[in-house]
């Protein structure tokens, strides 16, 4: 059954802003949590807002969550990319959407718990979902597919083995990958495959659209920031991936896998460990004294046809 509902849990955060846009645009979106991570919890939901407001969606609830990791506290890794507003490089608009009562936590149970057949897409560290799921045994199943941008199965960024979504909360990781929950993950290994230069950029902008030239200003800002610090001239457009794996699967390639979080290694904590020992078609049986497949792992994309789904949602905005 195609999956209609859907609540996004983010810390914008250029790359999420595109997956807010597109998570508006392909689904009831039944409202954005937000989460410490790129910038702290008050700056992600002002920027939240500001998301809503620009793409002509300002009715949907905004829940703040977590301020920072289950254990220590924030760090400032998302600054180097996104800068000190979490969103360096435009200036959003202000209207008059306010934060709801309910925190995140408390939101995605009653939301999720209330409203069968919702999926959860995840683009930010995974702290609400973690205290969330320990909240409510029950919330993890009942997720009807939780898509999941962080991980990796092969380098890190924020360290050489540990990519940032994963490593800002390697508990909560662990938490999540434990729970039962069915877990698609985007991790770096796939969303290098999507990243966008100055051309992909202004192919955005040609939209013509406000909300079009807003999104290119924060993607240029992005790309150069990330530009000096990995020589690329190519930023991937992480998060907008993990909605694209709900809205149009056609796009991916997919095998099933297990992973878990490395907690305490010294080099390596936070690190995703993809067991590609065993790398499972969908429905194939798991071999005995393997580790039991716990996500989908999506190996694959056909990125120009997530430019495509980019273009088309900043063209139906305003
Ligand atoms: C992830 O970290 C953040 O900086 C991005 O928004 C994305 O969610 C990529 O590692
Ligand atoms: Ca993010």
Known sequence: MPLTKAIIDCDPGHDDVVAILLAAKHFDLLGVTTVGGNAP??????????????????EVPVA???EGPIIGTLPRAGERVHGTSGLDGAVLPRGSNRVIAKRAVEFLIDTVMANPGTAVIATGPLTNLALAMRAEPRLAKSIARLSFMGGS???GNVTAAAEFNAWADPEAAHVVYSSGARITMCGLDLTRQAAVGPETIAR??????RTAAVVADLLEHYRAAAERITGSPAVPLHDPCAVATLAAPELFTFARANVTVELRGEETRGMTVVDQRLVLEEGAPVPEGMPRPNCRWAKRIEAEGLFRL????????P
């Open 153 to 155: 199965a092969t380098w």
């Open 41 to 58: 919890a008050w700056r992600v939901t002002e920027n939240a807002l500001g998301v809503l407001e620009l793409i002509g969606r300002p």
């Open 204 to 209: 955005f902008r040609a939209v013509g659209t």
């Open 310 to 317: 980019v273009e088309e949602a900043l063209a139906a905005c």
């Open 64 to 66: 703040r969550g977590a």
